[in-house]
T-cell receptor, first 112, second 110 residues
Framework: GEDVEQSLFLSVREGDSSVINCTYTDSSSTYLYWYKQEPGAGLQLLTYIFSNMDMKQDQRLTVLLNKKDKHLSLRIADTQTGDSAIYFCAEMSASNTGKLIFGQGTTLQVKP | DADVTQTPRNRITKTGKRIMLECSQTKGHDRMYWYRQDPGLGLRLIYYSFDVKDINKGEISDGYSVSRQAQAKFSLSLESAIPNQTALYFC?????????FGPGTRLTVL
């Protein structure tokens, strides 16, 4: 079945780069997403990448996709305390029902 | 104004009570979804609807029902709430593939 896995916790110092990793099993995924959830808030769409792309950059965010290894990563450059949140990786189901499969979420802690 | 709103934002109820969570959107999207979030489990899909006449079960629909009253409104009901339905519930909408989430409803069943 479809599955998405993430490590649960990452701690970095302010100003460093953060890299959050995600692996997935569905090789026919069409889109892969990164969402951010701040404490007490809903999910905010950060960025997404189409499956025929290898990389997407948006200001401090860089998404890398390795389709062969079914590995997705989100790099946040110059991490700030305001980046502290839970980051969810999600893939669009290949059955095209518009169904998202989410990872467990990675809690990013940014230390001053 | 928020594009996707959920009411109530917080609710505490007792086992056996009927609860309705409501979702409204001003994005004009046809597709709407209900998810629940549990710590360490990510989000799991309860029900989804691609238009007013279309309702589909997600991976964890048991114990829940939904109603799509209009394009803009999608409500989730717990007919007889039980403690393991304590969770954070999210509504989402989409036009095609990208989903946009509401702020969530924190439900506690005692």
């Amino acid at each position: 079945g479809e599955d998405v896995e993430q490590s649960l916790f990452l701690s970095v110092r302010e100003g460093d780069s953060s890299v959050i990793n995600c692996t997935y099993t569905d090789s026919s995924s069409t889109y892969l997403y990164w969402y951010k959830q701040e404490p007490g808030a809903g999910l905010q769409l950060l960025t997404y990448i189409f499956s025929n792309m290898d990389m997407k950059q948006d200001q401090r965010l860089t998404v890398l996709l390795n389709k062969k290894d079914k590995h997705l990563s989100l790099r946040i450059a110059d991490t700030q305390t305001g980046d502290s949140a839970i980051y969810f990786c999600a893939e669009m189901s290949a059955s095209n029902t518009g169904k998202l499969i989410f990872g467990q979420g990675t809690t990013l802690q940014v230390k001053p | 104004d928020a594009d996707v709103t959920q009411t109530p934002r917080n609710r505490i109820t007792k086992t056996g009570k009927r609860i309705m969570l409501e979702c409204s959107q001003t994005k004009g999207h046809d597709r709407m979804y209900w998810y629940r979030q549990d710590p360490g489990l990510g989000l799991r899909l309860i029900y989804y609807s691609f238009d007013v006449k279309d309702i589909n079960k997600g991976e964890i629909s048991d114990g829940y029902s939904v109603s799509r009253q209009a394009q803009a409104k999608f409500s989730l009901s717990l007919e007889s709430a039980i403690p393991n339905q304590t969770a954070l519930y999210f509504c989402a909408t989409s036009y095609t593939d990208t989903q946009y989430f509401g702020p969530g409803t924190r439900l506690t069943v005692l």
